[in-house]
């Protein structure tokens, strides 16, 4: 007997819903929180070292390539809470259905990006 197996496994050509989107990078984002845990911590012990460490800290925030990596973290934590929100919700039971599912994904998405431009025009 021959097995049912899927034709199409070219991802490219797959269309998926904002609510996917959004769950896929709400593990992206809990990835890169993990690694930004390690930089902030070396920033942390730095800056405590000494004063010398802590003006080299104080130093590299001036820069605009780490700033530009700060930002990146806030943005990944900014999106995180708010994906873990949306998903804590839909545990109690909210926005299962797929057009609620994919209305509070897309509300996702633009708070995301309203609040990283915000806090990056701040820290910039």
């Known amino acids: 007997?021959?097995?049912?197996?899927?034709?199409?496994?070219?991802?490219?050509?797959?269309?998926?819903?904002?609510?996917?989107?959004v769950s896929i990078l709400h593990r992206i984002s809990g990835v890169i929180m993990?690694?930004?845990i390690g930089i902030?911590?070396?920033t942390l012990s730095l800056s405590l070292s000494s004063?010398?460490?802590?003006?080299?800290?104080k130093s590299l925030l001036d820069g605009w390539f780490f700033t530009l990596i700060i930002i990146g973290i806030i943005?990944?934590?900014?999106?995180h809470v708010l994906g873990g929100i949306r998903h804590l919700l839909m545990d109690l039971g909210h926005f299962e259905e797929l057009a609620s599912g994919?209305?509070?994904?897309?509300?996702?998405?633009?708070?995301?990006?309203v609040l990283t431009i915000v806090v990056g025009v701040n820290l910039w």
């Open 75 to 79: 943005s990944a934590l900014i999106y």
């Open 102 to 113: 994919n209305a509070s994904a897309k509300l996702v998405i633009a708070l995301w990006l």
């Open 34 to 36: 993990v690694f930004a």
């Open 1 to 21: 007997m021959k097995k049912q197996r899927p034709v199409n496994l070219d991802l490219t050509t797959i269309k998926m819903h904002p609510a996917a989107n």
């Open 40 to 42: 902030l911590l070396w």
């Open 51 to 57: 004063a010398e460490g802590f003006a080299q800290v």
